[in-house]
């Protein structure tokens, strides 16, 4: 070989040793993954490296437990995301977890299933594999709930340090556990400065039990431990869950701007210190137990928060400071210690209670507090406090009611005429000048649900509404009204001719629905019972006759019950202008009947006439293992009679010592009752039987030859009158506290007895 020919193909050898060398040091371009499959999604990811984007096909992807880890840059995170924001849904079990630094996920649905696991999103793989600098945004989470109502999972746990999760949509948690949780379960997750923010946290409805809060920021376990986490413009629509919309349990955390709209409940400063909570709105709209904050523990600075329209009381007041318990255990009521309250604007709310909670046990009272330059205002002239103990540890300085007749505070408050213009922002501020330093500052910004959540998802209303859809005419035909209600959608109005309607089979009700009739339709059934709810099931019956004489002859019978199996969807029951009778063929006929891990928000009985049952009206007693769970949270009866009914009228049951919910509330006006509850299989032995129900309000009834009302108290202070009824050869009710060592506050009075 030619020596320059040999050195040509070195020099050119090594010239390509070079450039691969090059190519293979060079760092590779960012680049978009386009995923059909959980195969090609396990690929990718494997492969992915900062900067690139991998994007899930437009379509269902069920039964996808997502794993997405992996290391990314602060400028070039991995994305996971969306063919098309909105059109990638994640059904069946399924859930996300990430696990590493740097991740992003948006754009996707998680509808229609149900997490395998104790989350829906979990921002960790595994307890050494956390998310750190991590982020999850435009995502949306709707009823994607177990199918057990009391089976607990979270939908969103965070885990690791500065992570994000903001511009979410989280509506119809309805099984229990809490909807989003900062964990500080281990040291890597304290002190983790994560942001929360933006989000649209839609209507939870009442869970009925412990364990339905919003959104929960540690455990009493790690509450000494310090959090640093931001709540920051979040939208709370009717969270409803329980007594903790917020729950902060742990210290230096930030709560600000968010707007709590209609929710039943309180922020609380549960456990941990110096927690800052400020400029919060919240609107009640008169609604009950609206709440505001609750406040607990040492450090708490509640500043420029704005409150209207609340009418929650005891721990669900507008404002609640807390008596603690001396040398409290990390679980319970620490003392309040030097809380600065100031520049709160509480305008025409039911109650700020102060020193709440005091009893032989919750003793330490509020001290080295301050609450300054906060604005009290009620149209009517009410003083809306209520001092439960000492409260001279709280300085009181330049605070201003309205005109408020005989106020308990003087010291510290400008008692005064003050008038109220509502600003551009829609809140209340004085028309005074003088009055610009006191309340909350004149340029607080109302956050704009809209502005919340996802621009590409709706933010629907769930509330149940009869009578919203078409009329639907029947006759009484053969099978014709059982075709309609099978055919009819959510809100129609079926309405039933003139004649005798027999249904040989149960009907199910699985939408809201309405039976209407002119009190000549009447219906008889053949089976056990005549409607069965189902999940989603809401039934109004509405100019009827109903009657049980074709019924087969067997105990436990019912014209309505719920199904057997645990129903997440809350239920109402609504009964107008209606005739039951002959509900007596057999032993234990009730007109409803519920089942375990079932729940009603209402049952309302209005000018209806009952007859000659062996049962009972309402049998709603069946959460019984004392874990403050019970079965309907609004009971009304009003204008209606009840003859020659053997068991009782009503019984309710809500078992436990849990303060964790608002319910059951009864009421009972204007009716009559005649013969109720003397049956020798009525148990109870009373006509009405109320076991943990929180507020009791019987008034203006006729009561003729019934054993008396049994009423048990157990936790909380519940709310029990009985007022002007008439009770002809029928007792006194008997009221019992079964826990607290207080005196009993149930107010029986003007009664007349013969």
Request: hydrophobic share 35%; charged share 20%; with cysteine.
């Amino acid at each position: 070989m030619p020596l320059m020919s040999a050195l040509r193909r070195i020099k050119l050898s090594l010239t390509l040793m070079l450039l691969l060398s090059i190519v293979a040091c060079a760092p590779s371009t960012p680049g978009e993954i386009n995923v059909k499959d959980q195969a090609e999604f396990k690929q990718a990811v494997a492969n992915a490296k900062p900067g690139d984007v991998i994007r899930l096909a437009n379509g269902t992807w069920k039964d996808f437990e997502i794993l997405f880890t992996g290391t990314g840059e602060a400028d070039q995170p991995i994305r996971l995301t969306a063919e098309t924001k909105g059109k990638v849904f994640i059904t069946g079990q399924s859930n996300l977890r990430l696990a590493g630094e740097y991740l992003e996920v948006s754009g996707l649905i998680f509808k229609d299933g149900y997490t395998p696991t104790l989350q829906v999103i979990n921002f960790r793989q595994d307890k050494a594999h956390l998310a750190n600098h991590s982020r999850v945004t435009e995502v949306v989470i709707d009823n994607f709930s177990n199918p057990e109502r009391f089976e607990a999972d979270y939908w969103v746990a965070m885990y690791g340090k500065y992570n994000r999760f903001d511009h979410n949509h989280l509506e119809g948690k309805r099984n229990k556990g809490v909807t989003m949780a900062v964990r500080l379960d281990t040291e890597d997750s304290r002190e983790n400065h994560h942001r929360i923010d933006h989000n649209y946290f839609g209507p939870r409805s009442v869970l009925g039990s412990n364990g339905g809060e919003t959104l929960r920021i540690g455990t009493s376990h790690y509450s000494l431990s310090n959090s640093y986490t931001l709540v920051e413009n979040n939208y709370f629509d009717r969270c409803d869950g329980e007594v903790e919309i917020v729950s902060v349990k742990s210290g230096s955390n930030q709560v600000r701007g968010n707007l709590f709209f209609e929710s039943k409940g309180t922020l609380t400063l549960r456990h941990g210190d110096n927690n800052i909570v400020e400029e919060n709105i919240f609107l009640g709209g008169r609604v009950d137990h609206t709440g505001g904050i609750r406040v607990i523990n040492k450090g708490q600075i509640i500043r420029n928060n704005y409150l209207e329209g609340l009418t929650g009381y005891r721990f669900g007041g507008s404002l609640v400071v807390m008596n603690g318990v001396p040398n409290s255990s990390i679980n319970r009521y620490h003392q309040v210690v030097n809380a600065q309250i100031e520049n709160n604007s509480l305008i025409n709310n039911e109650h700020i209670q102060l020193a709440a909670g005091s009893d032989a046990e919750r003793s330490a009272i509020p001290v080295d507090s301050q609450f300054t330059r906060n604005l009290i205002v009620n149209d009517n002239g009410r003083d809306t406090f209520t001092l439960y103990d000492d409260v001279g540890g709280i300085h009181f300085a330049d605070n201003v009611l309205n005109n408020v007749k005989s106020p308990q505070l003087s010291e510290g408050f400008s008692n005064q005429s003050v008038t109220l213009t509502r600003a551009a922002n829609g809140l209340l501020y004085p028309d005074s000048q003088g009055l610009n330093d006191v309340g909350a500052k004149q340029d607080l910004v109302v956050l704009n649900k809209d502005d919340t959540g996802v621009s590409w998802y709706p933010k629907s209303d769930p509330s149940i509404q009869f009578d919203t859809g078409r009329m639907i005419d029947v006759t009484a035909g053969p099978g014709e009204l059982r075709e309609a209600i099978e055919q009819a959608a959510s809100g129609d109005i079926i309405r039933l001719a003139d004649g005798d309607y027999l249904l040989s089979k149960v009907i199910e009700i699985d939408k809201p629905l309405t039976l209407l009739g002119d009190n000549r339709s009447k219906i008889e059934f053949e089976r056990s019972t005549l409607f069965e709810i189902m999940d989603g099931g809401s039934l109004k019956l509405s100019g009827l006759v109903i009657s049980g004489k074709r019924s087969p002859d067997n105990v436990g019978n019912s014209v309505i019950r719920t199904s057997p199996y645990s129903m997440l969807v809350n239920y109402q029951i609504e009964v107008q202008n209606s005739q039951f009778i002959h509900l007596d063929v057999n032993r234990h006929f009730n007109f409803l009947n519920v089942a375990k891990s079932t729940m009603a928000d209402s049952v309302v009985i209005l000018d209806s006439h009952f007859s000659d049952v062996s049962g009972a009206i309402l049998a709603m007693d069946k959460e019984a293992d004392d874990y403050g769970i019970f079965n309907v949270d609004y009971v009304i009866i009003k204008n209606s009679s009840f003859t020659n009914v053997q068991g009782v009228l009503a019984s309710l049951y809500r078992g436990g010592t849990d303060e964790s919910t608002f319910g059951p509330h009864f009421t009972l006006i204007n009716s009559v009752l005649t013969n109720v509850g003397k049956g020798s299989k009525n148990k109870s032995k009373a006509s009405i039987y109320l076991h943990g129900v929180q507020v009791t309000n019987i008034k203006n009834n006729r009561f003729s030859n019934t054993p008396a009302i049994k009423i048990e108290h157990t936790v909380g202070e519940p709310v029990t009158r009985m007022i002007k009824n008439t009770l002809i050869e029928t007792p006194l009710p008997t009221v019992r506290e079964l826990h607290s060592q207080a005196e009993n506050t149930a107010v029986i009075k003007d009664n007349y007895i013969r």
